[in-house]
């Protein structure tokens, strides 16, 4: 059974690219569930892969980390 690799080395670039492909995704699926009837089944599985995506892009802002200049004083 292959292993996973613990040690991913993605570029600042690599995950802009991976953000904008799951927000271009999720648009994409969005807009397919818009306006089917219910009833169908083909509303269910857009909707789940929209929320699945949802999450994972929650998962990637929270893994970000931002940085505030040092030097400069903020108020408040």
């Known amino acids: ?4 690799n613990s040690n991913i080395e993605l570029t600042i670039e690599d995950m802009d690219l991976i ?9 994409n699926l969005s807009n397919c569930a818009v306006g089917t009837d ?4 083909h ?8 929320r699945k995506i949802h999450d994972l892009l929650g998962r990637l802002h929270n893994q970000k980390v931002f ?10």
């Open 1 to 4: 059974m292959p292993k996973f």
């Open 19 to 27: 953000e904008a492909a799951l927000r271009q995704s999720k648009a």
């Open 38 to 41: 219910p009833a169908t089944t």
């Open 43 to 50: 509303e269910i599985e857009p909707e789940r892969r929209v």
């Open 67 to 76: 940085y505030r200049p040092q030097s400069t004083y903020v108020s408040g």
